[in-house]
């Protein structure tokens, strides 16, 4: 009975909010209440199960979201975004500007924690959509795809880190047949998605309206390299210690500083003190303007805090009523392709569980049980362990659902409906997903 309640679950939660416009934050945690209390939870366990699903999800992301936001007003408030988005636009030409925004998001998925990518990419695809005078959905949906598929399939991020470590593949070849599953994934969910869906004209979201009087403030605004540098803060910084990894030992006194400078809120509050002084400070604006543009990002995106935290406490209930290892049980007594039957446990434990890494990672457990010698640790023959990175990295992302984080995060930030997010969010995955499925299957005809 687990699916069955978790399936009443997802319907009541959309109940509440389209029939009866129920806040979304509340409707989830009523959900979250009622499939928890539905699968046998005591009341003193489910109230645990949220809160602590409620607590650590804001926990990890909360600072982050904030910070991002608040860079993100900063940028637009100084006029950052407008110089970055007009020199996008002039070096590449509105023709080729959904290139210039796919770069950046591969860059940033590549290198940052999934929610940091998407803070810091969003206010500026918006600013460059806006300087291009082209629909702003319309370029935040390649950018989005980039970001997404770059962080799902390639290290130095944690899921394909362990992906390649649980099957035993090669990470030179994960790079090596991952990056045109990654072309084939932006082009498919990225480019032909959206033309499919029709109209994409949406009004700018309220984060990214600029201030009347930040307008007529912002007559010195910073260059160029100076715009670009404190979104990519960030990534230099994680991308840096990665490398530093590599030559010291991460448990010495000099590698837990390190890493210690590296973590996601640690780096996020390194590029919010640059975004003051760079974008304030330097551009002769005092703290009042700081401030104000601070205070002004923590209001707008306050609301969208709260409905990530109820999404984690959804998701947790959902983990720990074992809907993840239920739906993995039924699907090893199969005998359909390896590849597939990665990907489709993947697939069903994310949208059980609301959590990629999580998916992917029980699914390579199951998946390795069944295709790896216990007593030689072999591949059984005629598996390739990278197709089996590639396939479950592609089944993670198939779909988010409102147990997922990452689907308030988008509905949110760009003020979409809930029928906008599984049109425009969950149509670029899943069809990238399915493309990225299909890649891996010819390959699987030539290579073994």
């Known amino acids: 009975m687990p699916i069955v309640w978790l399936v009443v679950g997802i319907a009541l939660m959309l109940f509440l909010n389209i029939k009866f416009n129920v806040n979304s934050m509340l409707a989830l945690l009523l959900s979250a209440l009622a499939v928890a209390l539905l699968n046998g939870m005591a009341p003193g366990d489910a109230l645990t199960t949220i809160t602590n699903g409620f607590g650590s999800t804001l926990g990890s992301l909360a600072i982050i979201v904030v910070f991002g936001a608040a860079i993100g007003k900063l940028m637009v408030d100084s006029g950052a975004s407008h110089v970055l988005a007009s020199t996008l636009i002039r070096k590449f030409g509105v023709r080729w500007v959904k290139a210039a925004v796919i770069i950046i998001g591969l860059v940033f998925g590549l290198a940052m924690f999934y929610e940091v990518a998407f803070i810091m990419i969003a206010p500026l695809v918006i600013s460059i959509a806006k300087e291009a005078r082209v629909p702003w959905l319309g370029l935040a949906i390649p950018a989005v795809a980039a970001t997404t598929v770059a962080h799902s399939i390639f290290p130095p991020q944690a899921g394909p880190v362990a992906l390649v470590e649980t099957y035993g593949a090669d990470t030179g070849m994960v790079y090596l047949l991952g990056i045109p599953m990654a072309i084939i994934w932006v082009l498919v969910g990225g480019l032909l998605w959206p033309k499919l869906i029709g109209n994409l004209e949406r009004p700018t979201p309220e984060f ?150 999580v998916a992917a990672l029980t699914s390579a457990g199951i998946i390795a049980a069944a295709v790896v010698d216990p007593s030689t640790g072999a591949m059984m023959a005629g598996i390739n362990p990278t197709l089996l990175v590639l396939a479950t990295a592609a089944g993670s992302n198939f779909m988010t659902i409102i147990n997922d984080a990452s689907f308030w995060l988008f509905k949110e930030y760009f003020n979409l409906s809930i029928k906008d997010t599984f049109r425009t969010w969950c149509g670029l995955l899943a069809s990238g997903s399915l493309a990225s499925l299909a890649y891996v299957m010819v390959l699987s005809v030539f290579i073994h």
């Open 208 to 357: 990214m309206e600029q201030d009347a009087d930040a307008a007529t403030e912002a007559t010195n605004p910073p260059s160029f390299w100076v715009s670009l540098l404190v979104p990519l803060s960030p990534a230099l910084i994680m991308i840096a210690v990665t490398i530093l990894n590599t030559f010291i030992d991460k448990e010495s006194a000099a590698g837990q500083w390190i890493n210690f400078f590296g973590s996601s809120p640690v780096a996020m509050s390194i590029a919010l003190v640059l975004a003051f002084l760079l974008f304030g400070t330097a551009q002769h604006h005092d703290s009042k303007w700081c401030m104000k543009a601070f205070t002004g990002a923590i209001g707008t995106i306050a609301g969208v805090v709260m409905i990530i935290g109820g999404g984690g406490a959804f998701k947790q209930v959902v983990i720990d009523s074992g809907v993840g290892d239920y739906i993995g049980n039924l699907m090893t007594a199969s005998s359909i392709s390896p590849y597939i039957m990665a990907w489709l446990i993947t697939v069903l434990i994310r949208l059980a569980t609301g959590q990629g890494v």
